[in-house]
């Protein structure tokens, strides 16, 4: 079982361009979350999803971000038109179902905006 | 204020020291989670509480849910314990597993 695997693990791109995060969970987990890190900040929920549905983006900014998690293949979590403030790093964390019990991180995705 | 305090934000402890973690929450809490960052790392679980205590090696977490406190204790620490210890709830009421973090607290534990 490789765990929650999120990639690239760095990833930099200039102003305007499009950022795209990749999150694979552990296998039998279909509950995904978004959390990012700002420099010197705690972890912030984003959003939410199971197979195909986002339950919560209460933590999405409304612009330019944009989530989801198809039927086959990993969640993404998708940045348009990346400014310097979106620099961060992202995690991904995965559960089998709503509840606690084998929540598990990946390893995040480290966005460099220049 | 934050919904999730931890303190103290920054310890710097002696390798061989008894470390203590506190977490306090405003709000009620479904779990409480404790996590480990190591810098430019990802993040570990190490462990999920809704009452009581639990142990594993040299960690132990406590959690008392009438005073919405925690604990995190670090028996004989080790410089490899030198991470980022970050308190999370699982608030009532919101969705599935969403957890809310504390701001964390940088341990350093020199040789």
């Known amino acids: 079982n490789a765990g929650v695997m999120q990639n690239p693990r760095h990833l930099v791109r200039r102003r305007g361009q499009e950022a795209r995060l990749r999150c694979s969970p552990m296998?039998?987990?279909?509950?995904v979350y978004w959390y990012r890190q700002l420099p010197e900040e705690g972890l912030k929920f984003m959003v939410y999803l199971q197979k195909e549905n986002i339950i919560d983006e209460s933590g999405m900014p409304k612009e330019r971000f944009s989530a989801e998690f198809p039927k086959e293949g990993p969640s993404i979590l998708r940045i348009q038109q990346v400014v310097r403030g979106d620099s961060a790093a992202y995690f991904c964390?995965?559960?089998?179902?709503?509840?606690?019990?084998?929540?598990?991180f990946g390893s995040g995705t480290r966005l460099t905006v220049v | 204020k934050n919904e999730v305090e931890q303190s103290p934000q920054n310890l710097t402890a002696q390798e061989g020291e008894f470390i203590t973690i506190n977490c306090s929450y405003s709000?009620?809490?479904?779990?409480l989670h404790w996590l480990q960052q190591h810098p430019g790392g990802g993040i570990v679980s190490l462990f999920m509480l809704s009452s009581g205590k639990k142990k594993h090696g040299r960690l132990i977490a406590t959690i008392n849910i009438q005073e919405k406190h925690s604990s995190l204790h670090i028996t004989a620490s080790h410089p490899r314990d030198s991470a980022v210890y970050i308190c999370?709830?699982?608030?009532?009421?919101?969705?599935?597993?969403?957890?809310?973090f504390g701001e964390g607290t940088q341990l350093t534990v020199n040789p």
């Open positions: 296998k039998g987990h279909s509950h």
């Open positions: 709000v009620g809490i479904s779990a």
């Open positions: 999370a709830v699982r608030v009532m009421g919101t969705s599935g597993s969403r957890l809310t």
């Open positions: 964390a995965s559960s089998p179902r709503p509840g606690d019990v084998g929540y598990t």
